[in-house]
């Protein structure tokens, strides 16, 4: 059973946590409550308003309906699910105090929190839980990305007021990871006719108003259950007013010109040097893995159906190369989806192919390729993979493929991955709190064509994601996935790339704020929930 608690981090957790952050919380000495125990000490003020810039906003106001980025959208403070997140973006008690599984991981049992409620002073019960589960199970009042988070789940049941319970098709270990507050957050069911108008959760922040990409207006909630060190209620601060930028250069002037008080990403080019070039003016906080990119291949049609050609695009792929170019230094280059800061990452997964052109060319003239036409296509909307595209375009052609770059905008380039009609493209996702979550929406054969883009089929890779998500033995699941890992980058239906970062930036005045290893700003005992301005 997992019970709400504080616990001294593990040594080499802390360790390589500190390291990868540059030491920010180095002052935070409980697991999951980075600048609290500072906050405490320094007596944080009450009130004031955090005025946030993000590079993104939600479609629309319905949680359930769509996904409120937990990362970049001001709207996600509004939001809690059973289960909280730490630093380190894994599962914690949160309306949940206490979670138990079965020892088949066919049922999961929640205990929850006494006295925890809606931003409408509703009561959260288990009732309001399974309200809330049957809403974002159902296609028509959910998004599909919500609903594969929960689409394990076989029924659910009211045990009594104050318990909760899952039972599940398939043993899953990574159960607790998908009732995290994202995507499955929690709404007052009496407040389902205004969702769309103005949401009523149960987060740190209560909603106000909203404009799309022009503001983001939230207030305290007074009722918010989370407590500092020393017995205060949490948040500290007043409000947040949000203020979604889409173009990096807008967001930093801002910040500059002291329109704002934080902001959650800049330009990579910017990144390089800011922190330096600012030293003494603004303060900076690292997010070490935001996520993963990769260039996907299609192995349904076009020319990387020959695995060959697919050992040819790795051995031609200069790894270091995009991280100076397009990365400008910053970040790991990736040998599997989890960076060495995540609790993931899996050291002993064997490597993809190594950069050597005279190979790539080799196995070109061993295919009888030379000259294959290639139909590389990226977004508008991201320019690192449209770099990245460019660079790959340039590498590609010099070993003998004739390889032509399509930019495309957003929707266009998701249908035609999901017709099938590309050869490669260069992509990212974001950081998943349990390894399942992605190998079984990417590697997996029998995942949607709209999660799957590859049309990757093999059967031992099946295995190994079943075998580890009925795995309850953490140690053994990193096992599992280091064979998994080395599966993906000998048959290549991926070619892992880079592992993404941020760097967000803040007024000096800002106190008590960290966001976690993958950017959640609002986390158990840290970002905006302990936050204050002084």
């Given at each position: 059973?997992?019970?709400?608690?504080?616990e001294?981090?593990?040594?080499?957790?802390r360790?390589?946590?500190?390291?990868?952050t540059?030491?920010?919380?180095?002052?935070?000495?409980?697991?999951?409550?980075?600048?609290?125990?500072?906050?405490?000490?320094r007596?944080p003020?009450?009130?004031?308003?955090?005025?946030?810039?993000?590079r993104?906003?939600?479609?629309?106001?319905?949680?359930h309906?769509?996904?409120?980025?937990?990362?970049?959208q001001?709207?996600?403070?509004?939001?809690?699910?059973?289960?909280?997140?730490n630093?380190?973006?894994?599962?914690?008690p949160?309306?949940?105090?206490?979670?138990d599984?079965?020892?088949?991981?066919l049922?999961?049992?929640?205990?929850?929190?006494?006295?925890?409620?809606?931003?409408?002073?509703?009561?959260?019960?288990?009732?309001?839980?399974?309200?809330?589960?049957?809403r974002?199970?159902?296609?028509k009042?959910?998004?599909?990305f919500?609903?594969?988070?929960?689409?394990?789940?076989?029924?659910?049941?009211?045990?009594d007021?104050?318990?909760?319970?899952?039972h599940?098709?398939?043993?899953?270990?990574?159960?607790?990871?998908?009732?995290?507050?994202?995507?499955?957050s929690?709404?007052?069911?009496?407040?389902?006719?205004?969702?769309?108008?103005?949401?009523v959760?149960?987060?740190?922040?209560k909603?106000?108003?909203?404009?799309?990409?022009?503001?983001?207006?939230?207030?305290?909630?007074?009722?918010?259950?989370?407590?500092?060190?020393?017995?205060?209620?949490?948040?500290?601060?007043?409000?947040?007013?949000?203020?979604?930028?889409k173009?990096?250069?807008?967001r930093?002037?801002?910040?500059?010109?002291?329109e704002?008080?934080?902001?959650?990403?800049?330009?990579?080019?910017?990144?390089?040097t800011?922190p330096?070039?600012?030293?003494?003016?603004?303060?900076?906080?690292?997010?070490?893995?935001?996520?993963t990119?990769?260039v996907?291949?299609?192995?349904?049609?076009?020319?990387?159906?020959?695995?060959?050609?697919?050992?040819?695009a790795?051995?031609?792929?200069?790894?270091?190369a995009?991280?100076?170019?397009?990365?400008?230094?910053?970040?790991?280059?990736a040998?599997?989806?989890?960076a060495p800061?995540?609790?993931?990452?899996t050291?002993?997964?064997?490597?993809?192919?190594?950069?050597?052109?005279?190979?790539?060319?080799?196995?070109?003239?061993?295919?009888?390729?030379?000259?294959?036409e290639?139909?590389?296509?990226?977004?508008?909307?991201?320019p690192?993979?449209?770099?990245?595209?460019?660079l790959?375009?340039?590498?590609?052609s010099?070993v003998?493929?004739?390889?032509t770059?399509h930019?495309l905008?957003?929707?266009v380039?998701r249908?035609?991955?999901?017709?099938?009609?590309?050869?490669a493209t260069p992509?990212?996702?974001?950081?998943?709190?349990?390894p399942?979550?992605?190998?079984?929406?990417?590697?997996?054969s029998?995942?949607t064509?709209?999660?799957?883009?590859?049309?990757?089929?093999?059967?031992q890779?099946?295995?190994?994601?079943?075998?580890?998500?009925?795995?309850?033995?953490?140690?053994?699941r990193?096992?599992?996935?280091?064979?998994l890992?080395?599966?993906?980058?000998?048959?290549?239906?991926?070619?892992?790339?880079?592992?993404?970062?941020?760097?967000e930036?803040?007024?000096?005045?800002?106190?008590?704020?960290q966001?976690?290893?993958?950017?959640?700003?609002?986390?158990q005992?840290?970002?905006?929930r302990?936050?204050?301005?002084?």
């Amino acid at each position: 059973m997992v019970r709400e608690k504080r616990e001294q981090m593990p040594a080499w957790s802390r360790r390589a946590f500190l390291i990868a952050t540059g030491g920010t919380i180095a002052s935070a000495a409980t697991y999951g409550l980075g600048g609290q125990a500072e906050a405490g000490k320094r007596h944080p003020g009450r009130g004031g308003t955090l005025r946030f810039a993000t590079r993104g906003d939600s479609m629309g106001l319905d949680p359930h309906r769509n996904l409120i980025y937990l990362v970049s959208q001001p709207l996600a403070a509004i939001t809690q699910g059973l289960l909280d997140l730490n630093l380190h973006c894994e599962p914690v008690p949160g309306i949940a105090t206490e979670w138990d599984a079965s020892p088949d991981l066919l049922t999961y049992t929640f205990k929850l929190r006494t006295g925890a409620l809606f931003h409408n002073g509703q009561e959260i019960d288990a009732a309001a839980v399974q309200w809330n589960f049957d809403r974002m199970r159902h296609p028509k009042t959910s998004h599909a990305f919500i609903r594969s988070a929960l689409d394990n789940v076989r029924e659910t049941v009211v045990v009594d007021k104050t318990t909760f319970r899952c039972h599940l098709y398939q043993p899953s270990a990574s159960f607790p990871a998908n009732v995290v507050y994202y995507p499955c957050s929690l709404i007052a069911p009496e407040s389902e006719a205004q969702t769309h108008t103005h949401p009523v959760g149960c987060g740190p922040f209560k909603f106000v108003r909203w404009q799309r990409y022009e503001i983001t207006e939230l207030a305290r909630f007074e009722h918010y259950y989370e407590t500092d060190a020393e017995g205060n209620s949490l948040p500290y601060l007043d409000g947040i007013v949000g203020r979604p930028k889409k173009e990096d250069r807008v967001r930093l002037t801002s910040l500059r010109a002291g329109e704002v008080d934080l902001i959650d990403t800049m330009a990579y080019a910017d990144a390089a040097t800011f922190p330096q070039q600012y030293a003494g003016t603004f303060q900076t906080w690292e997010v070490p893995m935001l996520g993963t990119s990769f260039v996907l291949f299609n192995l349904d049609r076009g020319p990387f159906t020959d695995k060959r050609l697919r050992q040819a695009a790795a051995h031609a792929t200069n790894h270091a190369a995009i991280k100076d170019v397009v990365f400008h230094g910053r970040g790991d280059t990736a040998n599997g989806y989890y960076a060495p800061v995540s609790p993931w990452h899996t050291p002993g997964a064997i490597p993809y192919p190594e950069y050597d052109p005279d190979k790539a060319k080799f196995l070109l003239r061993q295919a009888r390729a030379e000259g294959a036409e290639i139909d590389l296509q990226s977004s508008t909307s991201y320019p690192y993979l449209q770099q990245t595209g460019d660079l790959l375009q340039a590498m590609w052609s010099e070993v003998g493929f004739k390889v032509t770059h399509h930019i495309l905008g957003e929707p266009v380039l998701r249908k035609k991955q999901r017709d099938r009609d590309f050869h490669a493209t260069p992509a990212a996702a974001s950081y998943r709190f349990d390894p399942d979550g992605w190998f079984s929406r990417q590697i997996l054969s029998t995942a949607t064509a709209t999660q799957q883009g590859s049309g990757f089929r093999n059967e031992q890779a099946d295995r190994l994601i079943l075998e580890a998500r009925g795995t309850a033995d953490k140690a053994k699941r990193v096992e599992l996935y280091a064979a998994l890992e080395s599966i993906v980058n000998e048959e290549l239906p991926i070619l892992y790339l880079h592992h993404l970062t941020l760097l967000e930036a803040g007024a000096l005045n800002l106190n008590g704020y960290q966001p976690a290893i993958s950017g959640p700003f609002s986390t158990q005992g840290a970002g905006i929930r302990t936050a204050w301005l002084a």
